[in-house]
């Protein structure tokens, strides 16, 4: 026990004076600032970023400076426009072009049907004409030929018959010497020009009961077949003709879409070269850092 108190005594005694070296403050309430110096990068928590939509690199000509306060619709960056400017003129020629040929093609097709209507009309007339006119030979004008070439006959073999009356009239006066043999010759081929005249008017009649008629038929028959065939070619080419017209139409249409197409993406292209601010608000420049395989925008 002793030996325990004596050492407790040289701990305390050692503390007390090692306490007397060390500097004191009296404890208050107060406020603790706890500061820290580090590297870092400050950025706003209402932001808005700008970016440039125009295709590929052109030159700056203008850059508004950064740290300035702008309002909406201010300009902060404008870019050279003036390739894009040539090549808006030579794209206004094409799609000028493309507008004439779109204007010929409705034109044309219009031209085609047009065509196509009154080939096709025209045939169908030549088609019913042709079916007419069979009809008609073989309902009225073969009929009419027929009895004419029959009234004929019956005419001429009349008409022989009474010369030949004539002839034995002038045969019994002749040899009874009351007329000369002139007259009597005269009613003699009188006779035989009716006789002929009887003959050549009945070949007249197997001629056209034989060949004439069956010729004749067989053509307005070809002819009616002819011309229902080139009805039926007017009227697939009258297609066709619309079709090609129409498909042209809609490949001039597409071209001037096209063409129209790039004409607007030009004119957007300028438009894009003027950068405004879409919001009010302070400039600052955006950077995304650069390494060796890549650039720094």
């Known amino acids: ?35 820290i110096t580090e590297s870092g990068a400050v950025s706003s928590r209402d ?13 700056i000509i203008w850059l508004i400076e950064e740290g300035k306060h702008v309002k909406a619709g201010d300009l902060l960056l404008e870019l050279d426009a ?16 493309a507008q004439a040929n779109h204007t010929r093609s409705v ?23 042709a079916q007419e006119d069979l009809v008609k030979y073989k309902e009225g004008e073969y009929p009419k030929e027929l009895k004419e070439a029959e009234t004929k006959i019956t005419l001429a073999q009349e008409e022989m018959k009474q010369a030949e009356e004539r002839l034995q009239g002038s045969q019994e006066l002749y040899d ?11 009613d003699r081929l ?13 070949a007249e009649l197997d001629l056209l009961k034989t060949f004439t008629h069956k010729r004749e038929l067989a053509k307005l028959q070809s002819d009616m ?18 079709v090609q ?5 809609l490949a001039k249409e597409s071209e001037l879409k096209r063409q129209q197409d790039k004409l607007n993406d030009l004119q957007q292209q300028i438009e894009n070269c003027r950068v405004v601010a879409p919001v009010d608000g302070m400039v600052v420049y955006a950077t995304t850092g650069g390494n060796r395989y890549r650039n720094a925008e």
């Open 1 to 35: 026990l002793l030996l325990l108190a004596a050492g407790g005594y040289f701990l305390l005694s050692r503390n007390a004076a090692v306490q007397q070296d060390i500097p004191t403050y009296t404890v208050e309430k107060s406020d603790l600032v706890i500061s």
């Open 47 to 59: 932001l808005t970023k700008v970016k440039s939509e125009v295709r590929g690199s052109t030159r």
């Open 82 to 97: 003036s390739n894009f400017q040539d090549q808006l003129i030579d794209q206004q020629i094409k799609v000028q072009n």
């Open 107 to 129: 034109e044309t097709l219009e031209v085609t049907k047009n065509q196509a209507e009154a080939a096709v009309a025209q045939a169908e007339l030549d088609y019913q004409f």
């Open 176 to 186: 009874q010497k009351f007329i000369s043999e002139s007259e009597y010759e005269t």
């Open 190 to 202: 009188a006779k035989r020009r009716k006789e002929l005249d009887f003959e050549l008017r009945t």
């Open 225 to 242: 077949e002819q011309n229902q065939m080139a009805l039926e070619r007017a009227k697939r080419k009258a297609r066709a003709d619309v």
């Open 245 to 249: 017209a129409e498909a042209d139409l």
